[in-house]
């Protein structure tokens, strides 16, 4: 009925771009952040202005990744190295912490303005899954975690949530890496091995994979491309929409 192994007892889910339309948000919101830096420093160091690729520079650098590790990814991408600086950063700092901090407003804003969607297929599925006796967490890079959860409606869906505010206090490394995956399995006392993990970015799979969870389900909300790339980061299967699950039977 879920389309998931015999014995999965937890489901963990990503946010951005698996439970809410917010992959695009961020997405819109990284690249206003780098386009306004990079012009910024080609006027100065008189280089050529490249801005910001959402297709190209998005998903590898910085979808699915802490705040300050995608900051840090794309800008290495780029041969740029800025000092890390400190997490109460002003947003006019150059640094890692600093141009977070620029981007975060600018996607608070959007959120302000524009309101969170969320995907019912995927709301669909995890009321399934609670009904059908799942236990469900929500694990997620973003620091804005409670919020989104907050103006979607959907908080009370989950019996736990790791986000990038509690990855930072318990120093928990980001995804690609399987800690915070990891922790959401624990603090709902299932093994990895029994829990499955849903995931649209590269850095998630790659996560699921690396935690040897039961089974990690690829969101696809791209395109073809995305999906093979999804398959061979680690996903066991690739949908479009978590409904298509259901409909397997
Ligand atoms: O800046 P935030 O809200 O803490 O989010 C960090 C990251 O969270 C992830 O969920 C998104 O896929 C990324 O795009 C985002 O950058």
Request: glycine content about 12%; hydrophobic content about 40%; charged content about 30%.
């Amino acid at each position: 009925m879920l389309g998931l192994p015999d014995g999965t007892a937890a489901c963990l889910f990503d946010l951005d771009g698996v439970l809410t339309r917010t992959a695009s948000v961020h997405a819109a919101a990284w690249k206003d952040m780098f386009d306004g830096y990079l012009r910024e420093r080609a006027a100065r160091t008189g280089d050529p202005f490249v801005p910001f690729d959402i297709a190209k520079d998005y998903g590898p650098y910085v979808d699915g990744k802490k705040r300050e590790d995608g900051t840090r990814s794309f800008l290495r991408s780029r041969g740029i190295e800025l000092p890390e600086g400190e997490p109460d950063d002003p947003p006019d700092a150059e640094t890692i912490r600093g141009l977070g901090d620029r981007k975060n407003a600018l996607v608070l804003r959007l959120i302000e303005e524009k309101g969170v969607e969320r995907f019912d297929g995927s709301i669909g599925y995890v009321r399934a899954a609670r009904a059908a006796g799942l236990r469900t967490a929500v694990v997620s890079s973003s620091a804005n975690t409670a919020q989104v959860l907050d103006a979607a409606g959907i908080t009370g869906l989950f019996d736990a949530r790791v986000d990038g505010v509690v990855a930072a206090e318990r120093r928990l490394p980001g995804k690609p890496a399987p800690d915070m995956f990891l922790a959401g399995a624990a603090e709902l006392d299932v093994p990895a091995g029994r829990a499955a993990v849903f995931e649209d970015a590269l850095a998630g799979v790659e996560a699921g994979r690396a935690g040897g969870f039961g089974h990690v389900v690829g969101v696809n909300r791209v395109d073809g491309e995305h999906a093979r790339a999804l398959a061979e980061h680690g996903a066991d299967v690739v949908v479009g929409d978590l409904s298509e699950l259901m409909e397997d039977g």
